[in-house]
């Protein structure tokens, strides 16, 4: 089994930043893809950004040229910088990786964009 943790969420104010990790543990041999999404009240869950094993990313075309994706793959770490937070970006955000067949989640973060 694998495990995600995320940290990083909370209350932000429009036009600030805020930066997310997600560490995963347990049986990790070969991680194809790690990603986040995120889901507001509501509303489907989203795909964020995902990033390959080889460093090649994707984004959601809502967040490109304001959050930057990005992983450590020594210690299994994903992170998602956020900037020029939107109200609109107010959502819980969910880490999630691919290793072979199997798709993994984490619990979620709430991320918060208010005045």
């Known amino acids: 089994q694998v495990q995600l943790v995320e940290s990083g969420g909370g209350l932000v104010q429009p036009g600030g930043s805020l930066r997310l990790s997600c560490a995963a543990s347990g049986s990790i041999f070969s991680i194809n893809d790690m990603g986040w999404y995120r889901q507001a009240p509501g509303k489907e869950r989203e795909l964020v950004a995902v990033i390959g094993n080889v460093g090649n990313t994707n984004y959601a075309d809502s967040v490109k040229g304001r959050f930057t994706i990005s992983r450590d793959n020594a210690k299994n770490t994903v992170y998602l910088q956020m900037n020029s937070l939107k109200p609109e970006d107010t959502a819980v955000y969910y880490c999630?990786?691919?290793?072979?067949?199997?798709?993994?989640w984490g619990q979620g973060t709430q991320v918060t964009v208010s005045s």
């Open positions: 999630t990786l691919q290793q072979r067949s199997a798709r993994y």
